[in-house]
Structure formats: structure tokens, C-alpha cells
């Protein structure tokens, strides 16, 4: 056979995030990549090149969706690239291990009416777990190859691309075999011709309305070439193809179809679960029963909360434990360097810089690993588990009082971890109304670098109850957000009605493997953190402590930093923050907030911050200046919420693509904690 082909015949990966389309598209095209962005959008766009039986392939890996809606930049160019002429057959990779979630991209992909495969993958999950699928069943109801693989395990992959390379030439792919059965649909008009011709058959009403808006496109718009496509999305009142092709039918376009649509394809998803996966009951009866406690109506709030309670305990009491151990770790560092250096003749000037500048700066950072690493494997465990996309769930009904999906709670969460993903994560909102909003109120949210700072000045000023005000810093945040987009929400005219729309997967036990290279690379980042900004933040700290305007000082109330401390200061001492050396340093966390700590570890001079002996020096040069535990607890509260560090603003800015947004998120930042200080201090004043 001789199939007649295009000098370069085009695969596109299309897939859910995590499905492994990335590994797949490697497997398949080595190192031959080409990395750009998507025309126009800050979309990532992955080509490479591969043979198969003497047919070159270009290979484009789509960014990863979950559906094919027009909401989001990701969901946009998927849609686009597929509907251009560009694409010669789609690679639908599937996560099979989560395949209900996951079949309603395919669903959509099936629409269209391109050349579908569909790339069954983590075929090796599936058998580790003990399921089974049946793979005789599900092409037949999807209508399309589907072809088992492991992208991992390099299986499965030359069936794959000799099922692609197949279907090129079926540019109107008759439908494999026929006959899945609608029941509740055996009598109507639609059941039999349209069951030969299409996957998904809606139910008489929409396939009705269907008809009608065909009709009425095939007049209009002949040019169309994938009527039913069109229609659909002129029912669920699609903006970009209304606004394309306007048709005047408001009889039968009364409203959006939108979640109808959603619901009958859920429902034929649940038909095709029940009849492919073979042992099914039992492994949906244990979710089920767990979910019933978890997402109960009155016990999910509390149970939430006390989760969130437990990730505290082992961040602070697990975490604290190693913590000592670091602390002794450097502080010997510290004192080998010094001596180390003395004997090999440094000028006191270098060491001084080397000790009491970077060793005490860094050193200050590296101490809180420990307690990064307890944070980060707890959200780890409970991403991986399946728990955190029960959160959004639990938190819809809430959120909604609020203006925002329960989907917008997933960021808030992972700001707990760190605000750069979180912002990142803002992505998976369906309207940029949200997307900014979120981008607003994450911030609020207690990252893990501001931690240090209470770990710190609740361990000096409040010794009996550090983790309680540690906790009550991470609500006040917390109550901040919500209280922000409240007040938005209230002011907004025009809302836009959410619809949720979160499969939830089964519960698992969380893979040893993912858990260790999500917290891997949290710490990884962490310490890249610590060895380049704060490394120069401490050594920037350091000069402008020990240089005046005439050269070097020993005399800090000549130094420059003193000089821009004393300016500055003014603007701190209506919250109790009227000492130079704290507001010189706040000004430098917004490099990084754990820079705050680093700073007040340089900028006092204490070099072993966080063991018990620098901490008590500390806590006396402050408590003799007249700073209290009120003082201490407005320094905290403040470096909760004022601007963002830099590395937040610039990922603010590149996913809002606005300069003027970013700068109003900082100047919010900065007012909100400025009035909330002052608040709780004169507030506090009343009371000590
Ligand atoms: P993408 O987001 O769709 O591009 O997904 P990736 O290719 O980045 O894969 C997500 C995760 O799934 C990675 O940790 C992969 O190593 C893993 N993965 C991909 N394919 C397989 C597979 O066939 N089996 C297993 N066990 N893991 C896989
Ligand atoms: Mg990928």
C-alpha cells in the first residue's frame, strides 16, 4: 500500500496536564526539540522531528488541558492549532489511571473532527494497581484506535505510531466498529443514524437544536467544514465562534447549553467507566467511603482546618527538631571559618565579611530547610493522595459568597508553600476576572520565606506560645484574602456565574517517587535562593553597615545603611517599627522575605540568630530599646502583608502581562499592611 502524504505529515500531543505527554513526545522525538512560545501568547510550543516507515513526522506537543473551551490561553491555542490545517492526526494522550477525568478532553477532541488516536497511557499504573480495562470495549464506544502504552516504560510505542500513521490518510474516519448503547435513547429519532455517524449523541432536545443550528450554518456559512462542531458551540454560547458566525435563532439559542452539554458527556463517560474498567465497584466503594466522611456537609470546614493543623505541628515541632541540628552545623561553620582564617593571615575586614556578613546572612536561611522540607512534604502528601482537589470542592459553596470558583482555592493553598507556583497555578481559572483576582489575594497567603520570620520573633517574644502566633499570622493572612475579594465581590456588577466543574480522582496512596521529586525541587529551589539572592542580599547588608560616607566604619551609626534606615524610618514608627535597623531590613525582604531575617542577623550582628544564645543576644538589644512582644507581633504581621517579594511581582507580571497591575498589586500590598499595622498596634497600645 502506498499512502499518498505530504512531504511532513504533523502529529499533535494533546492531553490533560500530567498525562505524559512530555514523555511521550520525548520518547518519541529524542533531543530533536525546538522550543518557542505560542504565537502571540506565553504559551510554550515544543516541536520535534521523527521517521516512521520512511514518512517524516513534525511532532508538536499542545499545552496540556482539561478541556477545549475557550476560558484559558492554554485551552485557546489547543483548540486553534487543532482546528487549523496545520495538524494531520491528533496523539490524544490519556492518563489511564485517571481515566473517567481525563476522557472528557477526548470527548471533545472527538468533536472536532480531526484524525483521533488515542494513547492509553500508564498502562504500567494500571497493572501495578490491579486494574483492568477492556480493550476491546473502549475503541468500540469511543469510535477511534486507542492504543495501550507506558511512555515511561517505552511500550506500546511502535503500535501507537503505526495507529497514527494509519489514520493520516482517514480525514473523515469512517467510525471503527458501532454500537454503544443509549438506552434511554432507543426511541428517539436521533438514536439509530446518528449512533453510526457520531461518538457522543446528546439527548433529543439538544440534538434537536443541533439540527436546526446546522441548517441555518449551512445557509449562512458554507464554508464551515465541521457543522456539528459549530453548533454545539454556538449552544453552549462559545464567545470566540458567536462572535465568528452570529446565526438570528434566539428560539432555539435561548440561553447557554453549556453545562447540559457538560452533563451528558459526563454521563456517556460514566456509561463507557462502567462498561470498560472490569473491577470497578470495589475501588469507587472505598473513595466513596472515605469521601463521604471528608466532603460531608458539616464535617468538611472542620476536618480541612485540622489538617491544615496538622501540616503547622510537623512544620514547627517536626520541623524545630532537625532545626537544632542545622543551627549547631553552622554556628560551627562559622567559628572553623573564623579561625581558619585567621591563620592563614586574612585581614579581620574579609573575615569579618565572611562570618559575621555571609555565614550569618546565609546560615540564617539554611537553618529553616528543616522546616521548608516538613511543609512542602506535607502539601506534597496531600497533593499526591488526591486531598487538595477535594479542597476546591469543599470550598466552592464559600468561595461562591465570594465571587470566586472553588477552583480559586487550590492557589490560595499552594501559597502557603510558596506565592510563585500559586500565582502560576491562577492559570487554571476559567476568566482573567478571576485569574486577577487571585493574583491580588494569593499574595495574603503566608508563604514558606515569611515563616522564618515568625519562627524567629515568636520564638524570642512570645516563648511559651511561638506556634499559636505563628498560626494566628497564618489565619490573619488567610482572613485577608478572603476579605479582599469579599469586598471586591460586593463592589462587582457584573458576575459571571461559575460553574464547577472538578473531577475528583480516586484517593491513593501518595507515590514515594512524586512526593520526593515535588519536595526535591522545593528545596532545590530553596537553597539556589539562598546561595545567590540572599547570599547577595548579605554581603550588600554588610558593605552598607560597615562603609560610611568616608570608607570603612566601626562605628554603625555612621554607616550608609544607618543613613537610608533613618530616612525610611518615619514611615515604620506609626506601627511600632520605628527602629532604623528593622525598617532597613523590610525594605531589603522585598528581595525575598527570609532576606528580613538575614538582614536583622547582619544589621545587629548577631551571627548565630537562631540558636538559643543568638536569639536571647537579640532579643535583649531589641527588648532594651523598648521593643515588646506587641512591637514584635506588628513586625510580623506587617511582613505578612506588605508587597510581595520581587519574584512574585515579576510572575504577577508575566501572567498578567500588565505593568500597571503589577505595580497596583504591590502599592495594595504595601497600604493594606501599613493600615492594618497601625491598627493592631494602637489597638494593642489600649490594651499594655
Ligand atoms: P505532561 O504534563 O502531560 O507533559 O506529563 P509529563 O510527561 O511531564 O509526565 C507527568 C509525570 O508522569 C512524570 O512524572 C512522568 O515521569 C510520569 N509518567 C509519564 N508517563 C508515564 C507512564 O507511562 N508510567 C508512569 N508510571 N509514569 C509516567
Ligand atoms: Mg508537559
Sequence with gaps: MTAVMKQDATIGFVGNPNSGKTTLFNAFSGANLKVANWP?????????????????????????????????????????????????????????????RNLYLTLQLLELGKPVVVALNMMDIVEKRGLEIDMHRLPEMLGVPVIPVSARKRKGLGVLMHAAHHHINAKHPDKLIHGHDYTSAKDSKHAHEHHRDYTMVYSDK????????????????????NYRWHALKLLERDQEITARYPVDLPAVIDRSYESDIINEKYDFISEIMNEVIMNRAEREASTDKVDAVLTNKYWSIPIFLGIIGVVFFLTFFVGDFFKAYFEIAISWLGKAAASGLMSAGASPGLIALITDGIIAGVGSILTFLPNIFMLFLALAFLEDSGYMSRVAYVMDGIMGHLGLSGRAFIPMILGFGCTVPAIMASRALETKKDRFRVMLITPFMSCSARLTVYILFSEMFFPQHAMLAAYSLYLIGFAMALLVAFIIHLFDKEETEHQLLIELPEYKAPSARTVLIYVGEKVKDYLSKAGTIIFIASIVMWFIMNFGLHGYTQDVSLSIGAQIGKAIVPFFRPLGLGYWQLALALIAGISAKEVVVSSTAVLYGVSNINAAAGMSTLAGLLGASGFTALNAYCLMIFCLLYVPCAATLAVIKRESESWKWTGFVALFQISVAWVVTFAVYHIGTLFI
Design 40 to 100: 502571540g501568547v506565553t504559551v510554550e510550543k515544543v516541536e520535534g522531528m521523527m521517521k516512521f516507515k520512511n514518512q517524516r513526522y513534525k511532532l508538536v506537543d499542545l499545552p496540556g488541558t482539561y478541556s477545549l473551551t475557550s476560558y484559558t490561553m492554554e485551552e485557546q491555542v489547543a483548540r486553534n492549532y487543532i482546528l487549523s490545517d496545520d495538524v494531520d492526526v491528533i496523539i490524544d494522550v490519556v492518563d489511564a489511571s485517571s481515566l473517567e
Design 206 to 225: 439538544i440534538e434537536d437544536k443541533i439540527d436546526l443550528i446546522i441548517d441555518e450554518l449551512r445557509k449562512k456559512y458554507p464554508e464551515i467544514r
